[in-house]
């Protein structure tokens, strides 16, 4: 072998190193992007791309709630039941089970999942239904929803009693089948 057939040997093999080390800081930082790209994710975002699926969620102050999820909003999220419908506040959701694993980044919801939870309070209260108000401590109350403000709504109970409940203090709210 000639000195230069030695040389080129040696460069051939500096050149294989060299693209060894640039794929594997190429992957390296392909992870980090990919994790950094997932990091800006949000929950209501993997439960947006579950709308029409069954769902398990775990609330606070109510406990597991399970059924078709129906629609999701800023900040709230509808789940159709056998018996009830469920308006959960996404704040107050702990767990979710069985999502898919992709996502709706919320610049492909449509412009309806842009309505806050007032708007499906609103509609409840316009509805007359008798339902149950879940607080996040775990507390209840039963009536029909009167009215809604900018933070609050109220709720007519036993006894034409009214009760404001602060929107931040709500985890669900169940309609009731009375039937």
């Known amino acids: 072998m000639t000195w230069e057939d030695e040389l080129f040997d040696v460069l051939d093999d500096l050149e294989q190193q ?7 800081e190429r992957s390296l930082e392909l992870a980090d992007r990919a994790r950094a790209a997932y990091a800006e994710v949000s929950m ?3 439960l947006m791309a579950a709308t029409g699926t069954r769902v398990r969620l775990e609330v606070r102050g109510v406990g597991p709630v399970g059924g078709t ?5 800023t900040g709230w999220l509808l789940v159709r039941g056998p018996a009830q419908d469920w ?5 107050a959701i702990t767990a979710a089970h069985d999502l898919p694993e992709r996502s709706v980044p919320e610049v492909a919801w449509p412009a309806t999942a ?8 609103r509609r409840l209260a316009d509805s007359g239904e008798r339902c149950v108000l ?3 401590d775990g507390s209840r109350h039963d009536g029909v929803l009167q009215r809604v403000g900018a933070d609050f709504v109220e709720v007519v109970g036993a006894g034409r009693r009214v009760v404001l ?9 169940q309609s009731r089948d009375d039937g």
Not at 165 to 173: E, F, P, Q, R, Y
């Open 18 to 24: 060299a693209e060894a080390l640039y794929d594997a």
């Open 44 to 46: 209501a975002s993997r």
């Open 69 to 73: 999820l129906e629609r999701v909003g």
């Open 87 to 91: 308006v959960l506040r996404t704040a």
């Open 114 to 121: 842009r309505l806050a939870v007032g708007s499906a309070l």
């Open 134 to 136: 879940h607080l996040v």
């Open 165 to 173: 409940v602060a929107t931040d203090g709500l985890a669900a709210v």
